[in-house]
């Protein structure tokens, strides 16, 4: 763990006890570091603002103003995405409303660009039905972000493997699996990947060229929706 993210990890820590105290001899222990390092550590905190003070005894030890201090909210795009994936699940249930909002106040507050980025993403995954089943390959997933052109090989219905080059343009998601829209060059045409079927991924350097358009998905427009951060 870097020095910024034990800055963060000690206030979520000191914040998720407080009023108690954490000794620095717990903290070194629990962050694999010296007393010194998390004294010097706390002392940083302090001189940037952070509310923590020193309880003298034996059960003495460091205590964060939980009232005067808000856990950090640095969603990244893709965290963003992901989060709005995951409450899609929720839909029909009595928590639906409540998640929605929840997700609204969580993009209000991070960085425009970030926002922006998130928006831009989230405008490649599309839901058929309930929430999707089977998970996305992180080598295509950062190809979709990134818009890189993918060699896959990939085994059909029967088992038989196929090695194609795709520009990835987004997901179909449906109640058990997810699916990678691209456009196919060996096809010349769009097609959609079942990804528990996808043997291997190798990004390459060139970018997708290509987006998806309205028609390309041979969906009923009725049954398909693009995901949607608001």
Request: aromatic content about 6%; hydrophobic content about 45%.
């Amino acid at each position: 763990m870097n020095r910024t993210d034990r800055l963060y990890a000690l206030v979520e820590e000191l914040r998720a006890i407080s009023p108690r105290p954490r000794s620095a001899r717990w903290l070194a222990h629990h962050f694999e570091v010296s007393t010194r390092t998390v004294e010097r550590d706390i002392t940083a905190l302090q001189g940037a603002g952070v509310p923590i003070w020193a309880e003298p005894g034996r059960a003495g030890g460091y205590v964060v103003d939980r009232a005067r201090t808000l856990p950090p909210v640095n969603l990244t795009p893709g965290e963003a995405v992901a989060m709005a994936v995951a409450l899609h699940r929720l839909g029909g249930s009595p928590f639906a409303p409540a998640a929605g909002v929840a997700l609204r106040k969580l993009v209000a507050v991070m960085p425009p660009a970030a926002v922006a980025e998130a928006h831009r993403l989230a405008g490649r995954v599309h839901l058929v039905g309930g929430g999707p089943g089977t998970a996305v390959p992180a080598a295509v997933a950062d190809a979709v972000a990134a818009g890189r052109v993918l060699r896959l090989r990939y085994a059909d219905r029967d088992g038989a493997d196929s090695a194609r080059d795709v520009e990835p343009l987004g997901y179909l998601g449906n109640e058990t699996h997810w699916y990678l829209v691209a456009w196919c060059r060996l096809r010349d045409a769009v097609r959609c990947f079942r990804t528990d079927r996808i043997r291997s991924v190798h990004p390459l350097a060139e970018p997708v060229t290509r987006e998806l358009r309205p028609g390309d998905l041979d969906v009923p427009a009725d049954r398909v929706r693009p995901l949607s951060l608001v």
